[in-house]
């Protein structure tokens, strides 16, 4: 039972460039979510889904889109990368009363 | 403007001590509590919640305090072990547990052996 998988762990980009970070749950969850976490600062939430289809803002929204075609997946895309965007990311799902389960997180450094 | 602060970002207490984490808020909306804990390289792990129709919940060695009234709650770890040491994470959110979920900063315990 693998949880909440994200891919990569670690990544660094220039600034400018596009990546995906990838997120997949195997546990039939509706509701999966991107946080991002900064030193000092907690979690921010980026973006949140409730069901295949259909996704929304969180707090720090700008610079990212999601999408959630599958209930199994929810990527996040950043299209121009800039050095704000350095910070540990964060996906986590939820199906049931009680916690979030979170990934282990990708660490991506822009340069 | 955080609305969950954790005003001690770290906390040393020796093993077999009580350890005593706290977190304030500011939206008087919140209704659902919890701690996570959460290692380094590891994503967060949920540990503890609490509704606001209660004001204690416990899990073994863990029990969390809500003080509606002060806006506070406290998360109790009693005997501490040096496993413990983790960042604690205090969240809390407006409706059910399913709505999103604003985090404080955190606090960084160390349980000394």
């Known amino acids: 039972n693998a949880g909440v998988t994200q891919t990569p762990k670690f990544r660094i980009l220039k600034i400018g460039q596009s990546m995906t970070l990838q997120c997949a749950q195997d546990?039939?969850?509706?509701?999966m979510y991107w946080y991002r976490q900064d030193p000092g600062m907690g979690l921010k939430l980026i973006y949140y889904?409730?069901?295949?289809?259909?996704?929304d803002k969180g707090e720090v929204p700008n610079g990212y889109n999601v999408s959630r075609s599958t209930t199994e997946d929810f990527p996040l895309r950043l299209e121009l990368a800039a050095p704000s965007q350095t910070s540990v990311y964060f996906c986590?799902?939820?199906?049931?009363?009680?916690?979030?389960?979170f990934g282990s997180g990708t660490r991506l450094t822009v340069v | 403007d955080q609305q969950v602060k954790q005003n001690s970002p770290s906390l040393s207490v020796q093993e077999g001590r009580i350890s005593i984490l706290n977190c304030d808020y500011t939206?008087?909306?919140?209704?659902?509590f919890l701690w996570y804990k959460k290692y380094p390289a590891e994503g967060p792990t949920f540990l503890i919640s609490i509704s606001s129709i209660k004001d204690k919940n416990e899990d073994g060695r863990f029990t969390v305090f809500l003080n509606k009234s002060a806006k506070h709650l406290s998360l109790h770890i009693v005997p501490s072990q040096p496993g413990d040491s983790a960042v604690y994470f205090c969240?809390?959110?407006?409706?059910?547990?399913?709505?999103?979920?604003?985090f404080g900063p955190g606090t960084s315990l160390s349980v000394i052996p």
């Open positions: 969240a809390a959110s407006a409706k059910t547990s399913y709505d999103k979920v604003i």
């Open positions: 889904s409730v069901g295949a289809g259909i996704t």
């Open positions: 546990m039939n969850h509706n509701y």
């Open positions: 986590a799902s939820q199906g049931g009363s009680g916690g979030y389960t």
């Open positions: 939206n008087s909306m919140f209704d659902y």
